[in-house]
Each structure stands twice: as structure tokens, then as C-alpha cells.
């Protein structure tokens, strides 16, 4: 086991609260260096000894959020979506405020939701040519779709602070497509 300094954990998670904290209260465009240096009282060396930049502690967030979701996401298809959205309650319980906030930040190399977007796509189309004689195309379509929906059904839960009920979630999404395709069979 990697044991990391108990000053070195500390720091790391002080750099981590003030960095949250300043992205509540500011926004990331407004948030520097000194700002984290002054809410967490240790001096730029110490600063730089872990981060060269504010977005590395933002990216180093991202990944946190997005190794939580890989690890989580890697049953999804081998299960019932029920016993997948029972299985991800606590983790969403657990971090939806931090992925409400690192979700905010869009710049060129910091975008949770993209990234997510792809990873969720990547999985789907890699377990549906399992499972389906498709193009390689059509996959790609589905796979945009199937994307779309999580990130769009988990990003709307995630900013309005709610816990998603996964029964209404559900019934909401089959209410959708059904006016989707409505008359799509009607000739």
C-alpha cells in the first residue's frame, strides 16, 4: 500500500475543500493560486509542490469523479437498469455536489460531462455489436442516443439538487420516446 504523509494527505485535502468552496462562491474564471493560498493558509510552495495550476486541482477533481463512474459504470450492462440505479444511489448521494460544481467548468482541457458523454457512448457501442447486428453507423447513432439521455437525465438531477426517483425517471423517458415515435409505424 502507498502510504502518503499524513501532512501530504492534509494539504492535499485542504487544497481540495478551498478550491470547492472558491468554486461555489466565484466561478473558476475568477478563482487564482492566492485565492486557494489564502483560504487554506499554506504558503506557494506548498502549492506547487502538488499543482502547477488551479486546473490541475480541477482536472485532478475530474478524473476523481470520472474513475468513480468507470468503476461504477462497468456493470451497467450486465444488470437490470433498476439494480444499476439502486447499485449508483449511494454514489450519487455521495457526489453530486461535486459534480455539480466540476461539472460547471468548461474550458479546452476540463470538461467532466463531455468526457462522460464519451466514455457512456464508447460502452454502449462496444456492448450493443455484442448484441446486435448493426452498422457501424447506426451503432454510432445509438450510441449518441443512449449517451444523450444518461448525461442529459443525470445533469438535470444534479443541478436542480434533486434524487432521482428511477420508477418516474423511467416513466418519463418511455412517455418520451413513446411521442417520438408516435405514427413512426402508421403508414
Not at 485542504?14 to 462562491?25: D, K, M, S
Not at 474564471?29 to 506547487?48: A, E, K, M
Not at 438531477?157 to 409505424?185: A, H, M, N, W, Y
Request: no cysteine; aromatic share 10%.
Amino acid at each position: 500500500m502507498n502510504k502518503q504523509d499524513i501532512r501530504v494527505v492534509r494539504t492535499l485535502q485542504l487544497i481540495r475543500t478551498a478550491f470547492l468552496e472558491l468554486l461555489e462562491e466565484k466561478g473558476f474564471d475568477s478563482i487564482t493560486v492566492q485565492d486557494i493560498l489564502d483560504r487554506t493558509q499554506i504558503n506557494r510552495s506548498t502549492f506547487y509542490k502538488h499543482f502547477k495550476n488551479k486546473d490541475e486541482v480541477a482536472l485532478k477533481l475530474v478524473e476523481e469523479v470520472k474513475e468513480k463512474f468507470r468503476e461504477n459504470f462497468k456493470h451497467r450492462f450486465s444488470i437490470s437498469t433498476k439494480t444499476f440505479v439502486q447499485m449508483i444511489a449511494p454514489i450519487y448521494d455521495q457526489y453530486h455536489h461535486l459534480v455539480r460544481l466540476i461539472g460547471s467548468i468548461r474550458t479546452t482541457k476540463i470538461h467532466l460531462y463531455e468526457d462522460l458523454y464519451q466514455f457512456i457512448q464508447q460502452r454502449y457501442i462496444s456492448q450493443a455489436a455484442i448484441k446486435q447486428d448493426k452498422t457501424e453507423e447506426e451503432l454510432m447513432f445509438q450510441g449518441h442516443l443512449f449517451a444523450t439521455i444518461s448525461i442529459g437525465v443525470m445533469k438535470y438531477f444534479i443541478e436542480q439538487g434533486e434524487r432521482p426517483i428511477p420508477e418516474e425517471v423511467f416513466d418519463d423517458i418511455k412517455s418520451v420516446v413513446d411521442l417520438l415515435v408516435i405514427g413512426s409505424t402508421e403508414e
